[in-house]
């Protein structure tokens, strides 16, 4: 299982091998960042691995930031935006990532 720093599991996405090959393969270059980001790198890998330093956002001490409200897939509602954040916290825990 391939999990990305900020707790998706990579090969449950349906980008992953398509899109993208997983965060830390490309160095948190996702396509779609590059149309919100000066860098082109997602802001939540920008900041936990980047800024902290840190190996995924399961080690920071502010999870779920507020990075993880403000990152939402326009296509979805509040409700699965939401759902997603606890599912992805979870899995860093579980794995204990944290």
């Given amino acids: 299982m391939l999990v990305s720093p900020c707790g998706i599991i990579c090969n449950e996405c349906p980008y992953y091998n398509n899109e993208c090959k997983g965060c830390k393969n490309i160095d948190g270059k996702v396509f779609w960042a590059a149309d919100i980001t000066g860098n082109g790198k997602c802001p939540m890998y920008s900041c936990a691995i980047d800024d902290k ?37 979870a899995v860093l825990r579980v794995n204990n990532l944290r």
Avoid: A, F, W
């Avoid at 920071?60 to 606890?86: G, V, W």
């Fill in 53 to 89: 330093k840190l190996s995924n956002c399961g080690k920071c001490s502010d999870l779920p930031c507020q990075l993880y409200y403000d990152t939402k897939d326009p296509d979805s509602t509040e409700e699965q935006h939401q759902e997603t954040i606890l599912k992805r916290v």
